[in-house]
């Protein structure tokens, strides 16, 4: 007898974040808020697994494509394209490519929630090359721009001369992060054929999703 044992990569880290964030709340509440805080390494956290959440869920649709027991013609599609060179795409146009196979209209990049999930991948990058924005005035500018309305901004303070790190991240992005990648995720799983997905992960990302909706209108006091 073959079982097929299938992984939940994506969930977990889309999970993963969602605690990160609701720990970064609780961490701020016990902090004082004058001296380097924890909450902001949960903050970074948070961010990081929304953005792998995104990546393993859109790599894992075009690898399960390749499994034998996967035989529409979008499952042979998407297998077809994938290669090395593909897999170094950016994140959201392999989203974009598999509509375009599926003959489903894209995503608009002008609109939500494409906007948010481009915004939290760039939030990531920013984490992980800090040196690409720090002591660069004007793209701290147009960076800030980006994401002002998103979530709240820590508060301006003297000893605070730019925006990034210090106002940057805060738990509400924490959580912003966690909602947009999540939305855009489910978006996007709408407008694929019903049998694109082995097992769908959308309910537990709706799950997800409201819970990080609730903790967000509800912060800890």
Not at 64 to 76: E, I, M, V
Not at 100 to 111: C, E, G, S
Not at 200 to 216: C, F, K, Q, S
């Amino acid at each position: 007898m073959h079982f097929e044992i299938v992984t939940l990569q994506d969930r977990f880290y889309l999970r993963s974040a969602l605690d990160l964030a609701a720990l970064s709340f609780e961490e701020q509440v016990r902090e004082n808020q004058s001296k380097p805080s924890r909450h902001e390494a949960c903050v970074i956290g948070a961010i990081m697994c929304s953005v792998s959440f995104l990546e393993c869920s859109i790599n894992g649709l075009y690898d399960d494509a390749r499994h034998p027991h996967r035989r529409t013609k979008l499952h042979k599609a998407l297998a077809n394209i994938w290669s090395e060179a593909f897999d170094r795409q950016p994140i959201l146009s392999k989203y974009q490519v598999a509509l375009t196979i599926a003959r489903r209209d894209p995503l608009p990049p002008d609109r939500e929630p494409y906007q948010s999930a481009e915004a939290v991948i760039e939030l990531r990058n920013a984490v992980a090359h800090p040196k690409d924005l720090l002591g660069h005035r004007k793209r701290l500018r147009s960076f800030e721009r980006k994401l002002r309305g998103k979530y709240v901004f820590g508060p301006e303070r003297d000893h605070v001369l730019e925006f990034f790190p210090g106002r940057c991240l805060t738990t509400d992005c924490s959580l912003w992060a966690v909602i947009a990648v999540g939305r855009f995720f489910l978006e996007f799983s709408r407008r694929l054929p019903p049998t694109a997905y082995f097992i769908n992960p959308r309910t537990d990302v709706e799950t997800i999703v409201r819970e990080a909706l609730a903790i967000r209108r509800s912060p800890p006091s």
